[in-house]
């Protein structure tokens, strides 16, 4: 398996991304951090911890800390990720699970293979983390260190549940997650 090939990329606005080559996809290297959809529209923030009262796009920082949380990207809830303003910049989109499932079968289920190395963020043990594969997930549930990961699918699987991927701290593989699409997670976009 090929890893690593970088790409650098500018979304509009101008925030400045790597591309890495994992199989036969290339995918943002660090989480999305935008505040506009690819038309330009102003994506609302989440105010305070309402993401259940939010059933339209929304984003936020982590526990609302943008200063600790900045390289981490932005929380989105599923009505972001699906919207057909478009999310992702332009030439990249939102995978859908299959192309997760690309992504699983290209590290053969390794989730250490995608994970930050250490455990200044990750709780010990930080089981596997190699991060051989230059995609550097960092936890995204809350505090620090934490316990896991996950990022959006467009896929749906409910109407209330959306399908996410999600990497945890003490085990060493990637899973299959449902969440109410309320919920503000991580996106890593991949190459159209």
């Known amino acids: 398996t090929v890893y690593g090939k970088e790409i ?3 979304t509009p606005d101008t925030t400045k991304y790597k591309g890495i080559s994992i199989g036969s996809q290339v995918w943002m290297s660090k ?3 935008v505040s506009r959809f690819r038309n330009g529209d102003q994506i609302p923030k989440v105010p305070g911890d309402n993401w259940q009262a939010v059933t339209t796009p929304a984003w936020k920082w982590i526990n609302d800390d943008s200063v600790t949380y900045s390289g981490y990207g932005k929380l989105y809830n599923w009505y972001a990720v699906t919207d057909p303003r478009g999310l992702a910049p332009q030439g990249w989109h939102i995978p859908a699970m299959t192309e997760f499932d690309s992504l699983r079968a290209a590290v053969n289920s390794c989730g250490g293979c995608l994970k930050e190395i250490g455990t200044a963020h990750w709780l010990t043990p930080n089981t596997g983390a190699n991060n051989i594969t ?3 997930a960092l936890p995204n549930n809350g505090n620090l260190p934490s316990m896991f990961a ?3 699918s467009k896929d749906s699987y409910t109407t209330p549940t959306g399908v996410a991927l999600r990497l945890y701290y003490d085990y060493n593989n ?3 997650e449902y969440f109410p699409k309320y919920i503000g997670i991580s996106v890593r976009c991949v190459q159209d």
């Open 150 to 152: 996950c990022f959006w």
């Open 134 to 136: 230059g995609f550097t």
């Open 31 to 33: 989480n999305l951090d």
């Open 8 to 10: 650098a990329f500018y």
């Open 174 to 176: 990637l899973e299959v």
